[in-house]
């Protein structure tokens, strides 16, 4: 008599879900098809893309706008260009300050590690600076 191999619980599970996609109604199967984005459709991007700055890159551009504030209305009120150039200051340390408290980690950050080694992944290739930024990712990885 031979023996009945059992099967393990995750061919149970995998035979379980096959079964459920062979009873899937026609009409999910259908609204599924109409849902995925089909490769052929060009899609309009938008004219201006909606992107927020960092903080700190924020904080540096309204340091530099009330320094220029502060050159432009030095002539009409000294005190208020001088209160103008003092905000500007903290706006430009601010981030430094920030950077400083929150640890010191101007260090690089730590790399991936996946099962002990490190991993390097490629980066994006969207646009002229991401092929420029992958281009030079290879000529790294060959070494």
Same mark, same amino acid.
């Not at 540096?60 to 050159?71: P, S, T």
């Given at each position: 008599m031979p023996k009945e191999q059992r099967s393990s619980r995750l061919e149970e599970q995998i035979l379980?879900? !096959?079964e459920k996609a062979e009873r899937e109604p026609g009409w999910r199967r259908l609204l599924r098809r109409l849902r995925r984005p089909r490769p052929w459709t060009w899609r309009r991007r938008p004219r201006w893309p909606h992107r927020s700055l960092p903080q700190n890159t924020a904080l540096?551009? +309204?340091?530099?706008? !009330?320094?220029? !504030? +502060?050159?432009v209305i030095r002539d009409w009120s000294r005190t208020l260009a001088l209160l103008l150039a003092i905000l500007s200051l903290l706006a430009?340390?601010?981030?430094?300050?920030?950077? !400083?408290? *929150? *640890?010191g980690g101007w260090s690089p950050d730590r790399?991936?590690?996946w099962r002990g080694r490190d991993i390097d992944l490629p980066p994006p290739r969207r646009g002229v600076t991401g092929w420029l930024r992958y281009q030079w990712w290879r000529i790294r990885q060959r070494r």
């Open positions: 379980e879900i !096959l540096l551009a +309204a340091a530099f706008l !009330l320094a220029l !504030l +502060a050159v430009f340390f601010t981030p430094v300050v920030r950077q !400083l408290k *929150g *640890g790399p991936r590690r």
